[in-house]
Antibody, heavy 124, light 107 residues
Framework: EVQLVESGGGLVQPEGSLRLSCAAS????????MTWVRQAPGKGLEWVANVNQGGSERYYVDSVRGRSTISRDNAKNSLYLQMNSLRVEDTAVYYC?????????????????WGQGTLVTVSS | DIQMTQSPSSLSASVGDRVSITCRTS??????LNWYQQKPGKAPKLLIYSASSLQSGVPSRFSGSGFGTDFTLTINTLQPEDFATYSCQQTYNTPWTFGQGTKVEIK
């Protein structure tokens, strides 16, 4: 059974830092892209960042680029999101998700398994 | 960035109804469109990928259609467990973007 379990959320002051973790099990972690998606209270979903299987390719939404780093440790089956210079607008539930691929003529990505989320609250 | 516009933002329906939700994108995304269901306090659940492919384990009353810029999620014979928020997502290019969500409520 595929499982993704996030941890590391909490209350942090503006300009503070936080490192989120996602422990994966039930699948070959090193074979999949992984992603972070967040959801501010009462708002819609927002993609945050992607990382490829080996960790060499990383993509970010503009609002976190330069302040956050996505990484992974395939030996530990773990995904991370290091967030620095946190802002009030970063307050959200952060989900990690597995990226699967539908390949026909071209490659199309979708998020087929999600963790339960971890809440990050940025407030003074 | 590709903008996603869902309509309606909410709707009221009864058990047994047929419901359709539309997602329009600001540029052609081919069929790179996914649909998710989310219940309060829970993580999103994948329903449809590649615009019309049903995810394994998802009931066949859910279906997706569309190509290019206009997409539709249809729920046939609405069940009590289908009352939730539905969101579309494009993965044509980064940043991947989501629609604002459509809340399906009980009439």
């Amino acid at each position: 059974e595929v499982q993704l379990v996030e941890s590391g959320g909490g209350l942090v002051q503006p300009e503070g830092s936080l490192r989120l973790s996602c422990a994966a099990s039930g699948f070959i972690f090193s074979s999949y892209w992984m992603t972070w998606v967040r959801q501010a209270p009462g708002k819609g979903l927002e993609w945050v960042a992607n990382v490829n299987q080996g960790g060499s390719e990383r993509y970010y939404v503009d609002s976190v680029r330069g302040r956050s780093t996505i990484s992974r440790d395939n030996a530990k089956n773990s995904l991370y999101l290091q967030m620095n210079s946190l802002r009030v607008e970063d307050t959200a539930v952060y989900y990690c998700a597995r990226v699967s691929v539908a390949t026909s003529i071209v490659t199309q990505y979708y998020l087929d398994y999600w963790g339960q989320g971890t809440l990050v609250t940025v407030s003074s | 960035d590709i903008q996603m516009t869902q309509s309606p933002s909410s709707l009221s329906a009864s058990v047994g109804d047929r419901v359709s939700i539309t997602c329009r994108t600001s540029q052609n995304i081919n069929y790179f469109l996914n649909w998710y269901q989310q219940k309060p306090g829970k993580a999103p659940k994948l329903l449809i990928y590649s615009a019309s492919s049903l995810q394994s384990g998802v009931p066949s009353r859910f279906s997706g259609s569309g190509f290019g810029t206009d997409f539709t999620l249809t729920i046939n014979t609405l069940q009590p467990e289908d009352f939730a928020t539905y969101s579309c997502q494009q993965t044509y290019n980064t940043p991947w973007t989501f629609g604002q969500g459509t809340k399906v409520e009980i009439k």
